[in-house]
């Protein structure tokens, strides 16, 4: 079974321009999540889709950083303009639905690098 | 709301030494509880979960955890540390009323001594 697929793995920027990430979750997966990960801390989640609706986008900072999933399937994760802060690394996970949860289904991560 | 604590920023043990990572976490209704284990520039890959069955309940790679209902606590455990062991630790919680929203712990670094 494939796994969750994540691009780029890795981005350097420099601060005020901006990037945009793309993810591609296992197929029939309704449920998809985005997770900041800054480096020695735990993952934070970003936002969450049903489908190609909005579950939970309540930790987005929606003046820079903005999601969508029209199709349902794959995401893109934006951010303009970037910040020194934003440097993270950015996973995408994926659930059959939302009752279960991402146990087991991360990306590997894009890490970006503010500078 | 929920919340979890790794006790421990970095653990150091030797190998063929016992393994124990400490996890404690808060929540307002019956939660579900994984560990995740991340080595360096790889995936988070689940170890185990808990989902309200076996309050001990195994996983990959020989961990083991224990939910232990009245200290909130879901320690990840190993008989035996392996060099390969070496790497992030995360305990993650699942409250179903916060929308089934994971919540990560801040860590454990697993280092292992030859």
């Known amino acids: 079974e494939a796994g969750v697929a994540q691009s780029p793995r890795y981005k350097i920027i420099e601060k005020r321009q901006s990037v945009a990430f793309w993810c591609n979750p296992i197929s029939g997966h309704a449920t998809l999540y985005w997770y900041q990960q800054i480096l020695g801390q735990g993952p934070k989640l970003l936002i969450q889709?049903?489908?190609?609706?909005?579950?939970?986008d309540s930790q987005l900072p929606k003046d820079r950083f903005s999601a969508e999933r029209l199709k349902g399937v794959d995401s893109t994760l934006k951010i303009q303009p970037a910040k020194l802060e934003d440097s993270a690394v950015y996973l995408c996970?994926?659930?059959?639905?939302?009752?279960?949860?991402?146990?087991?289904?991360f990306g590997p991560g894009t890490r970006l690098t503010v500078l | 709301a929920q919340s979890v604590t790794q006790l421990d920023s970095h653990v150091s043990v030797s190998e063929g030494t016992p393994v124990l990572l400490r996890c404690n976490y808060s929540?307002?209704?019956?939660?579900?509880l994984f560990w995740y284990v991340q080595h360096p520039n790889k995936g988070l890959q689940l170890l185990l979960k808990?989902?309200?069955?076996?309050?001990l309940v195994k996983g990959i790679n020989g961990f083991e955890a224990e939910f232990k209902k009245s200290e909130t606590s879901f320690h990840l455990t190993k008989p035996s540390a392996h060099m390969s062991d070496a790497a992030e630790y995360f305990c993650v919680v699942r409250e179903g009323n916060a929308g089934n929203m994971l919540t990560f712990g801040g860590g454990t670094r697993l280092m292992v001594k030859p």
């Open positions: 929540s307002s209704y019956s939660p579900s």
């Open positions: 889709f049903q489908n190609n609706g909005v579950v939970d």
């Open positions: 996970a994926s659930s059959l639905d939302s009752h279960r949860g991402p146990a087991g289904f």
């Open positions: 808990y989902t309200s069955a076996a309050t």
